[in-house]
Nanobody, 124 residues
């Protein structure tokens, strides 16, 4: 079993930076990877970034490349998402999720465990 808890959301303006944190517990290493998804007001849940728990391979959505950085801190079992140059379209609820070992890294269906989400609002 894996438990995930997000924090760090808030209200910011376009161009600002924000860091989200995902505290993990349980057998997260067995899940192979931890990722971030977001769901906007009128959108489906979409992939943002993911990091492999052991070998630290990083994966990003096209819109996140160059602006977002995912990282894992093994000492605290925390996964962070550092977001810079935020845009209004980055607004949404951000979820941390642990991936199934054979799941597709880019699809929500590939992740077995989810946190409750943290809200990010980017205003112009």
């Amino acid at each position: 079993q894996v438990q995930l808890a997000e924090s760090g959301g808030g209200v910011v303006q376009t161009g600002d930076s924000l860091s989200l944190s995902c505290a993990t517990s349980g057998r997260v290493f067995a899940s192979y990877a931890v990722g971030w998804f977001r769901q906007g007001p009128t959108k489906d849940r979409e992939f943002v970034a993911s990091i492999s728990w052991i070998n630290l391979n990083e994966f990003y959505a096209e819109g996140a490349k160059g602006r977002f950085t995912i990282a894992r801190d093994l000492a605290t079992n925390t996964v962070t998402l550092q977001m810079t140059n935020l845009k209004t379209e980055d607004t949404g609820v951000y979820y941390c999720a642990a991936r199934c070992p054979t799941g597709n890294v880019y699809q929500a269906s590939g992740y077995a465990y989810w946190g409750q989400g943290t809200h990010v609002t980017v205003s112009s």
